[in-house]
Each structure stands twice: as C-alpha cells, then as structure tokens.
C-alpha cells in the first residue's frame, strides 16, 4: 500500500508551485533557494502493514512507537522564504567563529563533544556504537573522522544555530532563523506525499541521499543488517551538494547531518496546531531535530520522522540549516527630538 492511499481522502490540496531560479548569496557564501508560499499534508503514520513490508529487518514495535507523527494535518506556509541549499559547512562556519569572536559551546563550556573512535569497545555500551564522549578532544573541529570544508559542520548545538542566525541577522540587516519544524517538512517533501521525496523505496536513498548503507555497515558490525544494499560513497560525512537536490533545489534534506529546528518538541503538538504557519509549542524541554544524517537507518530518514535533543546536545550527527527572510529587517525608528 503506498502512502499517497493512506492519505487518499486528503487529495483536494494543491501542490506548491516549484520556484524559479530565484537564489541568493551571503556575506559567508550559503546559498539560499526561495521556497514558495504553499500548502500540505504534514505527518501521519503508515499502515503497520505498510511500514512492516517496507522495512522486514524491523520489529512492529518501532511502527507503534510513532505517536508523535499523528495526526495528519493541513498545514499553509503563508509566506515565500529562502531555505539554505545545503547544510552549513565547515568552512562557513569556521568564518562565522573568526568574524564574529563566537566560541561555540564545546569549547566554551570545556567538555568538548561527541566523537568517532574505532577502538572505543561497543559491548561497553548500550548504544552499540563507536562514539564516545563528551570529551575535550571533540568538537564543531574533529567529530573523529576526516571532514572537509565543504562537508556539514557537526557537533553543533541548537544554540550554536541561534549564534550564527543572530549573527548573520546583525551583519546583513536580513532576519536569518532555524526553520519551523513545518517549514522545514515542507521543503523537504517538495510537493510530494511518500514516505521520502524520491517515492517509498527506501532503497532509493543511495542514489539521493547519505545514509547507513553498505559503505558504513562495516564500521558498525552489530547494526550491518539495517544497512540499504548498495553504496552512496561515504562512510561519514560527505560533501554538501554531492546528491541530486529535490524539487525545490534544495539538497541533503534527509542524510548528511540531521538538522536543528526553531521548534520545542511535544508528542501531541500536531492535534492541536494552527492550520497557517505553526511555531510549534510555547515551551518545551527539547527542541526538534530533522532529516536523518549519514548514520541513520533509512526507517528514521523519512520525511516525516521527528527527532529531538536538548538545546545544549553535541553530537557528531547533527548540524544545521538555516532560512533567510525575504524581507529586509525594519530599520530602527529614529530617536524622538
């Protein structure tokens, strides 16, 4: 059964119109795609029947786990916006720490980040992996494996983001932000309706997206069976920009590097969100991470998965994206004589 009939009696909402080439360039070379005004369905869980056939390796328990995800609804994103083509790179956000002084919190707060370690011993963890930490020796600049500067910078925290967006917002008089967690949904389906923006074969993901697939597998033995059959290229992180981008030109939407959101995370925020521009809830102790990242099983780089951590997390999985309003800010009101 295909998502697009699970969601059958939802077909009367208009898909958004793919933007012109219409991009922009800033002061630290992110490109920004606009990303038309529109609307769409957003969340909603397959049929366990669905998501069992789909992904045999699984148990059904993680099918019934998906609350969060519930319910579909309508959601209008009311106004245009220009999204990051790519996620921000190293370089990009080495230059932001050198222009601006910034010290991003795994260095300010002296206890580093998370960080891959091939002789970290994984029957002396829960997680089963190699990442240990967090220590000093990791960080935003060694996550313990090669990266370049074109590669999505990690180990950065939601605050981090909020930095960077403030940062930009001072420097260039535009208003830079995380996306909502709806923009962000939004941008990555492009006007589509399947489990992922290229269908619901996970397979597909090898030749879209960098995910866990048969180049990492060997790297983490206890979790080989959950690995897609094929090869994207890169066991770790691979350069912005390396996979044919979706309809809206925006690449590396699932995989690469999960992505931190404006939003705080609430299971049943989706039955009682507006239908026009959702923030998400006024308070939280965990804000929402999207998009999957080079080592996520292809069941969590859907769509539609949402992911949360603490503002404060570091993680050598998780970076971001940032939007910037079309609008110029509005110019300070001078002062009365």
Not at 189 to 215: S, W
Not at 224 to 229: G, I, Q, T
Not at 274 to 280: F, L, R, S, Y
Request: some cysteine; aromatic content about 12%; glycine content about 8%.
């Amino acid at each position: 059964m295909a998502l697009v009939a699970l969601l059958a009696g939802c077909q009367h909402a208009p898909r958004p119109v793919p933007p012109a080439a219409s991009t922009w360039v800033n002061s630290l070379g992110m490109v920004f795609v606009q990303v038309p005004a529109g609307r769409f369905w957003m969340g909603g869980v397959p049929p366990v029947e669905m998501l069992a056939q789909t992904y045999p390796q699984l148990e059904k328990k993680r099918f019934t786990d998906l609350i969060d995800e519930a319910p579909t609804h309508e959601v209008h994103i009311r106004r245009a916006f220009y999204l990051g083509q790519h996620e921000v790179t190293v370089r990009q956000f080495q230059r932001f720490v050198e222009a601006s002084g910034y010290q991003p919190e795994s260095e300010a707060d002296g206890t580093g980040g998370y960080g891959y370690n091939p002789q970290y011993d994984p029957a002396t963890t829960q997680r089963g992996d190699a990442f240990e930490g967090r220590l000093p020796r990791y960080s935003w600049r060694n996550p313990g494996f090669a990266q370049g500067p074109d590669h999505p910078v990690v180990n950065i925290t939601w605050n981090d983001a909020q930095a960077l967006a403030r940062w930009l917002s001072r420097t260039e008089d535009h208003r830079y932000r995380l996306p909502t967690e709806a923009e962000w949904e939004y941008a990555c389906r492009a006007g589509t309706r399947t489990l992922y923006p290229h269908g619901d074969d996970p397979q597909g993901l090898v030749r879209v997206a960098n995910t866990f697939d048969q180049d990492a597998a060997p790297l983490w033995p206890r979790w080989r069976n959950h690995a897609l059959a094929g090869s994207d290229g890169h066991a770790f992180t691979s350069p912005v920009g390396s996979y044919a981008a979706n309809a809206f030109g925006l690449h590396d939407m699932l995989g690469n590097a999960w992505e931190w959101v404006a939003d705080w995370h609430d299971d049943n925020y989706y039955a009682h969100s507006p239908e026009a521009d959702p923030q998400g809830p006024a308070e939280g102790g965990v804000r929402v991470r999207r998009g999957g990242s080079w080592h996520t099983w292809s069941f969590y780089a859907r769509c539609g998965f949402r992911n949360w951590n603490t503002p404060q997390t570091r993680y050598p999985l998780v970076g971001m994206r940032l939007v910037r309003e079309i609008a110029p800010m509005a110019a300070p009101r001078p002062p009365s004589p």
